[in-house]
């Protein structure tokens, strides 16, 4: 399934309290927004390593998406929700949720516990999360570092091209570049994007 966007997505932050409660505030969510969009930031990223989706409540993740998915109706900012890091049926709950209230794409980390082992494995999980969500583009969250999965990626797009409907492509948070620069060359129609540290923050860009 193609994605259709250019630009820049930023992965944003999760406002929180700070009086020991960490209640997400939802009401600074559309500021934030309005923010971005002044900045030329034409797409956003909900709940990935930046937003601490993982350690959020099944709630709080569906509460802050909702929020997210209100604000872009006004900035016309491109919305990705990323769904992984928790049980697979929460997964599914979370794809279909966020498809239902119209966000734009998805992007799921691997399994965290029986942690996939092959190319094989991680198409197999991915496959079940892009039925939950049949309708929207799902990329892959390729971040080792933090995941601890480290599998062929330029081989993972061909298969999960070839045997995932909603397959988009993925988001590359990796040093090797060697590897990166690969998965640039595999012909299908899925896009990479790069991450890009800078301080404690991550950025990237679309490439096809």
């Not at 929460?90 to 794809?95: G, I, S």
Request: net charge neutral; aromatic share 8%; proline share 5%.
């Amino acid at each position: 399934m193609k994605l259709n966007f250019r630009g820049l997505i930023a992965p944003v932050l999760t406002p929180m309290t700070n009086d020991g409660s960490y209640n997400i505030l939802l009401g600074d969510i559309p500021r934030y927004a309005k923010f971005l969009a002044s900045k030329g930031v034409n797409g956003i990223l909900v709940n990935g390593t930046s937003g601490e989706g993982p350690s959020l409540t099944l709630a709080e993740r569906k509460a802050t998406t909702k929020a997210w998915v209100d604000a872009v109706k006004q900035t016309k900012q491109h919305l990705m929700v990323q769904v992984g890091g928790t049980c697979l049926k929460d997964v599914e709950e979370l794809a279909t949720h966020a498809e239902n209230i119209g966000s734009d794409s998805l992007l799921c980390l691997p399994e965290l516990f029986n942690k996939p082992a092959t190319v094989e494995d991680l198409v197999r999980y991915l496959k079940i999360v892009g039925k939950a969500a049949p309708n929207t583009p799902l990329l892959y969250y390729h971040n080792p570092s933090y995941t601890g999965v480290r599998i062929n990626m330029p081989q993972f797009l061909e298969a999960a091209a070839s045997n995932i409907p909603t397959f988009a492509g993925i988001k590359f948070t990796d040093t090797n570049i060697d590897e990166g620069t690969q998965c640039l060359l595999v012909q299908k129609e899925t896009c990479i994007f790069l991450g890009l540290r800078s301080g404690s923050c991550w950025c990237f860009h679309i490439r096809y």
